[in-house]
């Protein structure tokens, strides 16, 4: 089964990544799951000590539209860890692909793992 698959890159402040990272875990991780938001992996990147990635998996661009204005939107997010998480954050990009069921569990078997 092909599904598309979000990568968002986070460039961070600097020197808030570890903060960023407890954010996400502590706050924004089970809100996600609350709303059934398919998170795959999520971290630091390994290349530098600013980057962070966010990887989530939909069954198709009209799911992602509507997963992402249900959640961004409502006011779990809005009222909850959105100005704080926002606040450590310089810019973001993402991008979608297309990818079978086979690679997106190989990479939600990447555990997390908490940089500097």
Avoid: C
């Amino acid at each position: 089964m092909i599904r598309l698959v979000e990568i968002r890159s986070y460039n961070l402040k600097p020197g808030t990544r570890v903060e960023f990272h407890r954010l996400v875990t502590e706050r924004a991780m089970p809100l996600l799951e609350q709303v059934r938001m398919d998170v795959v992996a999520f971290g630091p990147s390994p290349h530098d000590d600013s980057s962070y990635y966010l990887i989530r998996a939909f069954d198709d661009l009209a799911h992602r539209d509507r997963s992402e204005a249900a959640f961004y939107g409502g006011p779990l997010w809005r009222e909850g860890p959105r100005e704080a998480i926002l606040a450590l954050i310089e810019n973001y990009a993402e991008f979608v692909i297309e990818l079978d069921e086979a690679v997106i569990e190989r990479l939600r078997a990447r555990p997390a793992i908490p940089r500097s």
